[in-house]
């Protein structure tokens, strides 16, 4: 194979307009797939990068992690963007080894399956109270705005201990952090010294908390973070804050884009709507579906260490990899007719989305948990859906979802 550049038209990954308009984007990457498996992109003002779209080779790479590291620049920024950074924030995502190890092994107990077991009880509360806004809403709602943005942010209070009255400020931070790129998401234009005044923003509101629980301990993960220790020493500040800021940003989004994405999915299926409500025992793959043909983060990047091979193309030292989670989802050697929502789609758990090896996602099982608890609840009660207006998409490239998704629907009566 050629390091020739693909055609810029075919580049779906670094052009964030290309993420307003997913059954485009899903066609473009089945075409995609059909040339192969790894297309290299040279877009003005990125570096260039290999977009690997396998699904086979996506896991290869994320199982090879001094091969392939997510440091220096594991997100897909402009090379502008990289030069007027501010704040140089180092989070798990940021490092390999021997650090990310360190720092994982702080919380990763903490999110096994059988540890969030206690947080059941909250996500049942959350889940009565998504219904208790829908039904309060009269029949009309925006499901993204009311019920798929607010629950995720109620959890992540709740395992960082935070109390509810710091809710808003707690999701303005995600939502500018995250939704950076999309200009209805936008304080203001997010330069460099935007981005570095929200984060300085979440260190003053955070260095508080780690005061707090240093002094006074509780049973949540600020008081794991404050108190971590690393190399016997504790955790340096901007780590920590790096810490507190992935944990608040990696589980709101991410959880709310696969909620919203999910009803939809149903709402445009409902076939597949009606499967469900006549057999709850499918919930479990319903969510692993929503959570396939969702792909809420659209990618992380990683960079070759060493001359090597990718599906047959030789890759070389310092070259950037893309790794395409969504388009893995949609890789038609591992999902049949994968552009079809299919909640018995017995595969459905092979999806990529939540990574794969050192850095897979750690609240996989509790962003699992939060979809099945919330549609558990709401689907039985489901008498009627559909869509009451066109929903819109963020047109970000890292991670997004729906903005809105305005929907009419009748609830059985309790
Ligand atoms: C549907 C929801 C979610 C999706 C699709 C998702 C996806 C991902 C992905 C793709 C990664 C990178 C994996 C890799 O590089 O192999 C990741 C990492 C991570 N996620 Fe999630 N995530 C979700 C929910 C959550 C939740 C609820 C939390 C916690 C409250 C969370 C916390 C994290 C953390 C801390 C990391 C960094 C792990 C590391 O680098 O070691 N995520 N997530």
Redesign the pocket.
């Known amino acids: 194979m050629t390091d020739i550049a693909a055609p810029a038209e075919h580049d779906i990954f670094s052009d964030n307009e290309r993420w307003g308009d997913l059954g485009a984007w899903n066609r473009a990457a089945l075409d995609l797939h059909a040339q192969g498996g790894i297309h290299r992109f040279e877009r003005g003002g990125f570096q260039p990068f290999w977009a690997v779209i396998d699904h086979a080779a996506v896991l290869s790479i ?1 199982k090879q992690p001094e091969l392939f590291t ?1 440091g220096p620049e594991p997100v897909l920024n402009t090379l502008a963007a990289r030069e007027a950074r501010g704040l140089d924030i180092k ?3 940021h ?1 390999d080894a021997p650090d ?1 190890h360190k720092y ?1 092994r702080l ?1 990763n107990d903490w ?1 096994k399956p059988a540890a969030i077991r206690r947080l059941d009880d909250r996500l049942t509360e959350l889940s009565r109270q998504a219904i208790a806004t829908m039904e309060a809403a009269g029949g009309e709602c925006d499901f993204a705005i009311d019920v798929a943005l607010p629950y ?1 942010l109620q ?2 209070l709740k ?1 960082l201990g935070l109390p509810e009255a710091d809710y808003d400020r707690m999701m303005t931070l995600t939502q500018q952090l995250f939704g950076g790129e999309d200009p209805d998401l936008q304080r203001e234009e997010m330069t460099a010294e935007v981005i570095a005044e929200v984060l300085m923003d979440f260190y003053g509101y955070f260095t508080g908390i780690t005061a707090d629980r240093r002094g006074a301990p509780a049973d949540d993960l600020a008081s794991l973070i404050a108190n971590g220790q690393i190399d016997d020493a504790p955790m340096p500040d901007l780590e920590t804050l790096g810490y507190y800021v ?2 608040a940003t ?2 709101h989004d ?2 709310s ?2 909620m919203a994405g999910g009803m939809r999915a149903l709402i445009e299926n409902p076939d597949q709507l009606a499967a469900l409500r006549a057999d709850p025992g499918l919930l479990n793959n319903a969510v692993e579906e929503m ?1 396939r043909w ?4 659209r990618h ?1 990047m990683r960079t070759a260490t060493a001359d090597t091979e990718v599906c047959g193309q030789s890759i070389q030292a310092g070259d950037w990899l893309y ?1 395409s ?1 969504k388009a893995a989802n949609l890789d038609p050697k591992v999902f049949d007719d994968p552009l079809r929502f299919d909640i018995t789609r017995p595969n459905a758990d092979r999806n990529v ?12 099982q ?2 699992r948990n ?2 099945r608890s919330l549609f558990g609840h709401l689907v039985p009660r489901l008498e009627s859906i559909e869509l009451a207006g066109e929903p819109t998409t963020m047109k970000t490239t890292f991670v997004g979802g729906h903005k809105t998704l305005p929907i009419r629907y009748r609830l059985t009566p309790r």
């Open positions: 994320e997510n989070t798990l995502i490092m990310h994982r919380t999110f995720p959890v992540i395992i992935i944990i990696a589980g991410t959880t884009s696969a959570i969702t792909a809420p983060v992380f790794l989670y989305s939540f990574g794969y090896g050192v850095h897979f996602c750690l609240g996989a509790l962003a939060e979809l």
